[in-house]
């Protein structure tokens, strides 16, 4: 099923040793480097996805498509039955992460 709930990432961490040890005449550039690294790897990831799934509907496999917004929903309204929160400075970075890759 396509889902498009997760998508695999792995963080990008530097020490304050590592991060003052780079010029600061050149840390806009590290920073927009190690962001175009990051839209190239969600470029291979997706690539990957695609040619994973023509193989296998190739073979035979059918994927079939969800309703994501019902899928929210009932996660939701599970979440609130349940009174479960987070963190606000995890939601924080939640949404920032979600907001990035939209």
């Known amino acids: 099923?396509?889902?498009?709930?997760?998508?695999?990432?792995?963080?990008?961490?530097?020490?304050?040793?590592?991060?003052?040890?780079?010029?600061?005449?050149?840390?806009?550039?590290?920073?927009?480097?190690?962001?175009?690294?990051?839209?190239?790897?969600?470029?291979?990831?997706?690539?990957?996805?695609?040619?994973?799934?023509?193989?296998?509907?190739?073979?035979?496999v059918t994927f079939y498509d969800i309703d994501t917004e019902a899928l929210k929903k009932a996660y939701t309204d599970y979440q609130t039955s349940q009174n479960v929160t987070f963190d606000s400075e995890w939601q924080k970075a939640v949404d920032a992460a979600k907001a990035a890759v939209k």
């Open 1 to 60: 099923m396509n889902t498009h709930h997760c998508f695999v990432y792995i963080p990008i961490i530097l020490s304050d040793n590592a991060w003052n040890k780079i010029p600061d005449d050149l840390k806009d550039t590290f920073v927009e480097a190690v962001g175009k690294g990051c839209e190239q790897q969600w470029q291979f990831l997706n690539d990957a996805n695609n040619e994973a799934k023509s193989e296998l509907e190739n073979v035979g």
